[in-house]
């Protein structure tokens, strides 16, 4: 790329990039930034924005190698990576290798498409781990196979993204029916699809079920893509996708151990109104308490949006075996399962949570070691 070329105004560097981009930095941001400000081991900021004129006055800027040097009419020097002010332009938000753009499916996925991965791939290489990672993100959902019998062998899968999420539920948790069940997860009845917690104030990010038994009669796993559905609510009935975004409903877990509530809606938006989150979950949703003269229209949206879940245009449906793991994101991808039959066979899944900063990080670290 061709040299830059600098436009030194009192209160502003204009850089003019090779590609012909120009940006505007200004001084009080180029002052922020300056590399003398941060402690030389953690790079956190020592400097004190406060000891700072609102608007310093730059006088120069010369190219030096890889760097510009700014000179200050206070005395300041700063030799500023060029990198740096490439990789930060105003307005725009810098790369993020842990930021994967995700790829909406419907009746496109099939059971053979969902991305595949060897447990004993993804436990001896990273590079395994960093497609299996991407590929999760961008689907949102992914079959590892091949894990060895053992109650661990998932988790062990788990840790090699970060440390788990724990939950009033414990860090790993048991699908089995059982007798004196808190949770509907723990009988062999039918769970339509939902995400899990949406209860919490966060709730878990990926979710991972490791398939350690499924003999009894029953029990398919049922999946469906919660962005897409959102995605094409807004085009179809854009104000049902309104009130789902903007009215909060509750949710509610509570037994003897915990009471854990909040008020959210089922879809959550970004500043850019992208759709980051889906909380849908009818069997823990609270008693609806918004006022009554938007009720029966909140209850035709939450409706359409029930309805969308059971289309088979947007649903997944195949039976776990032993030794694999469904790996999904539980903030946007909806999970479900068919009733079963304990008297036929054993069903046996062993679960846990890694939340999405811990996913996103190892995605990071993963591409700054392949450079
Ligand atoms: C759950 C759940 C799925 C299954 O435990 O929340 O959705 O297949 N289980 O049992
Ligand atoms: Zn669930």
Redesign the pocket.
């Known amino acids: 790329m061709a040299e830059p070329g600098f436009e030194v105004r009192p209160d502003t560097l204009v850089v003019t990039w090779g590609d012909a981009n120009t940006c505007s930095y200004p001084s009080i941001w180029l002052r922020d930034n300056c590399p003398s400000g941060l402690h030389p081991q953690t790079h956190e900021r020592l400097l004190d924005l406060l000891s700072l004129d609102a608007a310093p006055v730059l006088l120069s800027a010369q190219a030096d190698g890889d760097a510009v040097v700014l000179a200050y009419q206070d005395g300041h020097r700063s030799r500023l990576p060029l990198a740096l002010l490439s990789a930060h332009r105003p307005g725009t938000m810098a790369a993020d290798p842990g930021a994967v753009p995700c790829a909406l499916w419907r009746a496109d996925m099939t059971v053979a498409g969902i991305p595949r991965f060897a447990a004993a791939a993804v436990l001896a290489g990273d590079t395994a781990l960093a497609d299996w990672l991407r590929q999760t993100a961008r689907s949102g959902l992914s079959l590892i196979t091949g894990l060895d019998d053992r109650i661990e062998a998932g988790t062990q899968v788990a840790e090699r993204i970060g440390f788990l999420r724990k939950t009033n539920f414990g860090t790993t948790?048991e699908?089995i029916s059982v007798p004196d069940p808190n949770?509907?997860?723990?009988t062999p009845v039918a769970?339509p699809l939902?995400t899990?917690l949406p209860n919490q104030e966060v709730p878990p990010g990926f979710?991972f079920?490791h398939c350690i038994a499924n003999d009894a009669r029953g029990?398919g796993?049922l999946f469906a893509d919660g962005f897409a559905i959102a995605e094409d609510l807004r085009r179809a009935d854009p104000e049902a996708f309104r009130l789902l975004c903007e009215v909060p409903i509750p949710y509610r877990f509570h037994d003897d151990e915990a009471d854990i509530r909040v008020h959210e809606p089922v879809i959550t938006l970004d500043r850019s109104g992208a759709v980051i989150e889906i909380r849908y979950n009818a069997h823990i949703a609270g008693v609806f308490d918004m006022p009554a003269a938007i009720m029966p229209e909140y209850y035709r949206a939450y409706r359409a949006f029930m309805a969308m879940t059971r289309d088979p245009g947007y649903r997944l449906t195949f039976k776990?075996e032993a030794g694999e793991m469904v790996v999904f994101d539980n903030r946007r991808v909806l999970?479900?399962?068919e009733a079963f039959d304990p008297s036929t066979g054993f069903?046996h899944?062993h679960?846990c949570y890694v939340d999405r900063g811990e996913f996103t990080s190892r995605l990071r670290l993963l591409a700054r070691a392949a450079g």
Do not use: E, M, W
Not at 183 to 186: I, K, P, Q, S
């Open positions: 948790f699908v949770n509907l997860a723990y769970l939902h899990d979710q079920l029990g796993s776990l999970h479900g399962r069903r899944l679960g």
